[in-house]
């Protein structure tokens, strides 16, 4: 089993659309949990970081999770051509560890 | 917003050869990562480091890899013999306190031909 699952994708929506991705995590001791967002070439950029279950809102982006189900969510409200990129789940696991999911492609159709 | 910095931007090197890849972590920062991605894969854990030492390392970092922070400030990740699967970009993260957000350089891209 992989120790973080997502959608590659590609997902594409309409620009004004909400964009929703999706994450699993396999080790129930995962600490905490974060959203990057990768333009081709370059480093990611952290988006949000969640810890505790529930929704977690900054501007346009909400993050939820899900411990019991070991999921976590990313959702983009008013997508906007910028926001086309790929997006990386990561997991920090104990001890020091972040692993990152696959990624999923997101396009936003202007 | 402070940064980490890696150097080069670019190194190109024959197989077989010893490289050093270069990172200044943010200054205040005490656990550090070396992560790689190959072209058109996912960013892959390498090793964490705190306290001067080795934290945790993946399969990926064998015998032929090794970290060090020499002087305090620079966290340098060496490859001793490189292979063409070494090819990739290769991502230095620091992080100040445990479970807080990772900040990554902009990568060195590793060329072995």
């Known amino acids: 089993q992989k120790e973080v699952e997502q959608n590659s994708g590609p997902l594409s929506v309409p620009e004004g659309a909400i964009a929703s991705l999706n994450c699993t995590y396999s080790d129930r001791g995962s600490q905490s949990f974060f959203w990057y967002r990768q333009y081709s070439g370059k480093s990611p950029e952290l988006i949000m970081f969640i810890y505790s279950n529930g929704d977690k809102e900054d501007g346009r982006f909400t993050a939820q999770l899900n411990k019991a189900s070991q999921y976590v969510s990313l959702l983009i409200r008013d997508s906007q051509p910028s926001d086309s990129a790929t997006y990386l789940c990561?997991?920090?696991?104990?001890?020091?560890?972040?692993?990152f999911g696959a990624g999923t492609t997101v396009t936003v159709r202007a | 917003e402070p940064e980490v910095t890696q150097t080069p931007s670019h190194q190109v090197t024959q197989m077989g050869q010893e490289v050093i890849l270069r990172c200044v972590p943010i200054s205040n920062h005490l656990y550090f990562y070396w992560y790689r991605q190959i072209l058109g894969q996912k960013v892959e854990f390498l090793v964490s480091f705190y306290n001067n030492e080795i934290s945790e390392k993946s399969e990926i970092f064998d015998d032929q890899f090794s970290v060090e922070r020499p002087d305090g400030s620079n966290f340098t990740l060496k490859i001793r013999s490189t292979k063409l699967e070494d090819s990739a970009m290769y991502f230095c993260?620091?992080?100040?306190?445990?479970?807080?957000?990772?900040?990554f350089g902009s990568g060195t891209q590793l060329s072995v031909l």
């Open positions: 993260a620091s992080q100040g306190y445990t479970n807080e957000k990772l900040f």
């Open positions: 990561a997991v920090l696991r104990p001890l020091y560890k972040l692993s």
